[in-house]
Every structure is written in structure tokens, then in C-alpha cells.
């Protein structure tokens, strides 16, 4: 990854032509999230699930789910608040107590931090440095979460163009757990494959920073 968190290869020769998938803000409903896994699935595709505490700790379920349906967990704070102005003592409370409930609920602690809003601040890179985890924001916004309710008959529509809009090699791309990206999932995979996208396995991202970056 590089410093505007997208997806660059380690050697030479590999593949540029990425993308990596990331799901924000759950884990809230067992539909959707099924939903989601049987799209990534069938595109052989893994996404970080990067999740809040507050709902790890009311739906431990929802989290060994996509744990055993073998997608990625990423931290994304326990109570979803900008931590770029909270002091260090908040920031790493809300770091860490998602590190422990995930390790306790799936046996792994996450190795991939995303702060709310993209507002770690310096407090908030350096606790994550501290805990090993890779900090990211992301390079291209889906916009799904601006969408509204009322519009759901075409939002799975704008959500392909948004990130069609903004795609780019390496593109690290934002998504939530919301019903009309679960809708789009499906087209909206087959439409960056037919481009000639591939979807970059988390697991193969380096998370200790390259030298000298
Ligand atoms: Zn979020």
C-alpha cells in the first residue's frame, strides 16, 4: 500500500490492475452480510470488513459469521467518532478494545485500522503503528453512504458509477454494509472484471511499512 493508501505491488511483475474491496460499519444484519459473502464468493473475491465495537459487542454472531465464511476483519473503532482530535488515552481505548472483543469473538486480532471518517490524526496512526495494524483510509468512495432510503430503486445504479467514476489501478475502494450496495455487489464485481480488474486478497498486503516509506 502506499501513502494514498492504494494498492501497489511488492515486486516487480506483478499485477497492477487491483483493486481492494472494504465493507465499513458493521456487522449489522446476517441478510446483507450473507449476501455480500455469496457476491465475493462467486468472484473469488475477499473484502475487508472493517467493523465498530459497539456493534461486535451486540451482535457477536454477525462476526464469527464472516470470520467463518473466511473474510478478513478489519478495526474501525469501538463507538465510530473522529479521533483526530481525542487524546491519546480515547484513541487507543477505542482502538484496542476492538483489537481484544475481536480476538475474544474469532481467535484473530485485526491487522487493518480504518479510522472513522478518515480522521485518525497523528494519535491515531501512531497507536495503530504501535499495535501492528496497517492504517488506511481509502482512494475511492462509493458514496454509498450519501445515498438515502427514498432513492433505493436507483441507488444500487449510482453506486456502480461512483466507483466506476473513480476507478484507477490499486483503487482501495470504500463500501458500507447498506442495502442498496448489497444490490449492486454482484454487477458492480463483474463490471471491474470485465475491465480487467482483479481483487487483491488482503492477506497478501504487507503491513509492516515498506523501508523508507
Ligand atoms: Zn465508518
Same mark, same amino acid.
Given at each position: 500500500?502506499?501513502?494514498?493508501?492504494?494498492?501497489?505491488?511488492?515486486?516487480?511483475?506483478?499485477?497492477?490492475?487491483?483493486?481492494?474491496?472494504? !465493507?465499513?460499519?458493521?456487522?449489522?444484519?446476517?441478510?446483507?452480510?450473507?449476501?455480500?459473502?455469496?457476491?465475493?464468493?462467486? *468472484?473469488?473475491?475477499?473484502?475487508? !470488513?472493517?467493523?465498530?465495537?459497539?456493534?461486535?459487542?451486540?451482535?457477536?454472531?454477525?462476526?464469527?459469521?464472516?470470520?467463518?465464511?473466511?473474510?478478513?476483519?478489519?478495526?474501525?473503532?469501538?463507538?465510530?467518532?473522529?479521533?483526530?482530535?481525542?487524546?491519546?488515552?480515547?484513541?487507543?481505548?477505542?482502538?484496542?478494545?476492538?483489537?481484544?472483543?475481536?480476538?475474544?469473538?474469532?481467535?484473530?486480532?485485526?491487522?487493518? !485500522?480504518?479510522?472513522?471518517?478518515?480522521?485518525?490524526?497523528?494519535?491515531?496512526?501512531?497507536?495503530?503503528?504501535? *499495535?501492528?495494524?496497517?492504517?488506511?483510509?481509502?482512494?475511492?468512495?462509493?458514496?454509498?453512504?450519501?445515498?438515502?432510503?427514498?432513492?433505493?430503486?436507483?441507488?444500487?445504479?449510482?453506486?456502480?458509477?461512483?466507483?466506476?467514476?473513480?476507478?484507477?489501478?490499486?483503487?482501495?475502494?470504500?463500501?458500507?454494509?447498506?442495502?442498496?450496495?448489497?444490490?449492486?455487489?454482484?454487477?458492480?464485481?463483474?463490471?471491474?472484471?470485465?475491465?480487467?480488474?482483479?481483487?487483491?486478497?488482503?492477506?497478501?498486503?504487507?503491513?509492516?511499512?515498506?523501508?523508507?516509506?
Amino acid at each position: 500500500m502506499n501513502k494514498v493508501y492504494n494498492i501497489v505491488p511488492n515486486e516487480e511483475g506483478t499485477e497492477r490492475k487491483v483493486v481492494l474491496l472494504t !465493507f465499513d460499519d458493521g456487522p449489522k444484519k446476517k441478510e446483507w452480510i450473507n449476501s455480500i459473502i455469496d457476491v465475493l464468493d462467486k *468472484h473469488h473475491a475477499k473484502a475487508i !470488513f472493517f467493523v465498530n465495537g459497539y456493534r461486535v459487542k451486540e451482535n457477536p454472531d454477525l462476526l464469527k459469521l464472516i470470520h467463518e465464511r473466511g473474510q478478513p476483519i478489519g478495526n474501525h473503532s469501538w463507538d465510530h467518532i473522529s479521533l483526530k482530535s481525542e487524546p491519546l488515552a480515547k484513541v487507543t481505548k477505542q482502538i484496542v478494545d476492538v483489537q481484544n472483543i475481536v480476538k475474544e469473538v474469532t481467535g484473530t486480532a485485526p491487522v487493518f !485500522f480504518r479510522p472513522p471518517f478518515g480522521e485518525g490524526g497523528e494519535v491515531g496512526r501512531k497507536v495503530a503503528k504501535e *499495535h501492528h495494524l496497517l492504517y488506511m483510509t481509502w482512494s475511492n468512495g462509493s458514496l454509498d453512504w450519501t445515498l438515502k432510503s427514498k432513492d433505493k430503486a436507483t441507488n444500487p445504479d449510482k453506486v456502480i458509477k461512483n466507483v466506476l467514476d473513480q476507478l484507477h489501478p490499486g483503487a482501495n475502494i470504500l463500501m458500507h454494509e447498506l442495502p442498496w450496495t448489497v444490490e449492486a455487489l454482484d454487477t458492480l464485481l463483474t463490471k471491474l472484471e470485465e475491465k480487467g480488474y482483479h481483487f487483491v486478497d488482503p492477506a497478501s498486503i504487507s503491513v509492516e511499512p515498506a523501508a523508507g516509506g
